[in-house]
């Protein structure tokens, strides 16, 4: 049959129960701090992975902007760079076209042979076109006299052409700032023809200006075909 215990072994139970407590709960808190510090290092790592992430974005989306910016920069340049060449080859086919005109001024001014010629052709052409018995020439009034001549000529080109014959009015209306040349009007009024130098000039740099500009600054990078 057990005794009671004394006072001291009493208090040697209680200080064993004691310290086993205290040992428990050393180990308790060192598992809390562990783990603590296993999720705090997790958190860390996780929040530092989110600022690299947030600043790897922010740095390519300024990397782009100035990628973008520069090639906006580098575009407009070209634009600017291929207007004012386009602008000087314009200036350039203008002195061009204005060398011809200036020549042309001279064929109808200093050549009157060929000048003379070059109306009675026109005329007889549009003769044949209008095919009309009445027709009116307009013209400069320093070519009346050279005009009326040369519709004569033509009028007898036409009969031998067609059989018919024409009644020509000649009229001194046109600018004298043009070159030359007539400008024919159907006796009704209906048709008109121009076939004044400038006129003519004009139809053929339109019609030659692919070519010329082909001739004098080569193909053209940007089209495939040419007309």
Known sequence: MSRPMNDDEV????????????????????????????EFAIEKA???????????AQYEKKLKGAEVSQKIAQSTLTNKSRLRLLHRREE????????????????????TDAYSEFLAGVLSQGYLYLMEPSVVVHCRKV??????????????????????DVNVDVKGTLSDDIAGGVKLVSGSGRITLDNTLDERLRLLEDRMLPEIRKDLF?????RKFYT
């Not at 209680?14 to 296993?38: C, D, H, P, S, T």
């Not at 002195?95 to 064929?107: E, G, P, W, Y």
């Not at 080569?218 to 940007?222: D, F």
Request: one cysteine or more.
């Open 11 to 38: 208090l040697n139970e209680l200080n064993k129960m004691v310290a086993f407590i205290k040992q428990e709960a050393l180990e308790k808190a060192r598992e809390i701090k562990v783990k603590a510090n296993e």
């Open 46 to 56: 996780k929040l530092v992975k989110q600022e690299q992430l947030a600043i790897d």
């Open 92 to 111: 350039h086919l203008q002195d061009l076209f204005s060398t011809c005109r200036n020549q042309v001024v001279t064929l109808s001014s200093s050549d």
């Open 143 to 164: 070519d009346v006299s050279v005009v009326e001549e040369a519709a004569s000529s033509a009028a007898n080109t036409y009969k031998e052409t067609s059989g018919r």
């Open 218 to 222: 080569g193909p053209n990078e940007n």
